[in-house]
């Protein structure tokens, strides 16, 4: 089955500062892989996805670029403001675009984002 | 649209119970998925139903199952309740089988 990896675990940057965090798959069919955001208590909140057929894409502070060949991905953030503070979680499926049903997903263990004033 | 409603969102259960929780999908979204969220194990798939049927399952014993209803609501049930299983219930409802969003979750103590 399909392993996710994700570093680092805990990142600490200045506020207004880049934040980075990098995910490896494992399974080559593994197509859709979205980011999402939790804050303590709360539900995890998707922030941004990519599909395979994509390199990059952006939202405002927000892009994610993925490679296939490495079957690698990485979140960055911009302009890091203290509501960025959460766990971050990547993951990975397969998705065969027809809109019925889909792989679950497989997520990384998470990095802690602190953004520090 | 309302977003993935799930009930209880609380439960405290002993050993060797049951427990059935329930989730509620955004108002149009045929799929739902449910995942474990513990800790030490982090996000892991249960499984996802997309009208009424499981297409997918992940790597958890039969004492934890589900089903879902023509309206697209689901409930999993856990049985034979073990320490193990204390953890936060979320499941995540979808359009179209990728973009998940998920409820708040059933956070359930086992003691």
């Known amino acids: 089955g399909e392993n996710v990896e994700q570093h680092p675990s805990t990142l600490s940057v200045q506020e207004g500062d880049s934040a980075v965090i990098k995910c490896t798959y494992s399974d080559s069919a593994s197509n859709y892989f979205p980011w999402y955001k939790q804050e303590l208590g709360k539900r995890p909140q998707l922030i941004i996805d990519?599909?395979?057929?994509?390199g990059e894409k952006k939202d405002q502070r927000i892009a994610v670029t993925l490679n296939k060949t490495a079957k690698h991905f990485s979140l960055h953030i911009t302009e890091t403001q203290p509501e960025d503070s959460a766990v971050y979680f990547c993951?990975?499926?397969?998705?065969?675009?027809?809109?019925?049903?889909?792989?679950?997903?497989?997520f990384g263990k998470g990095t802690h984002l602190i953004i520090q004033p | 649209k309302a977003g993935v409603t799930q009930t209880p969102r609380y439960l405290i259960k002993t050993r060797g119970q049951q427990v059935t929780l329930s989730c509620s999908p955004i108002s149009g979204h045929r799929s739902v998925s449910w995942y474990q969220q513990t800790p030490g194990q982090g996000l892991q798939f249960l499984f996802e139903y997309f009208s009424e049927t499981q297409r997918n399952k992940g790597n958890f014993p039969g004492r934890f199952s589900g089903r879902q209803f023509s309206n697209s609501r689901s409930e999993m049930n856990v049985s034979t309740l073990e320490l193990g299983d204390s953890a936060l219930y979320l499941c995540a409802s979808s359009e179209r089988g990728a973009e998940q969003f998920f409820g708040p979750g059933t956070r359930l103590t086992v003691l």
């Open positions: 993951a990975a499926s397969r998705w065969d675009g027809s809109g019925g049903g889909a792989d679950g997903l497989t």
């Open positions: 990519i599909r395979s057929n994509v």
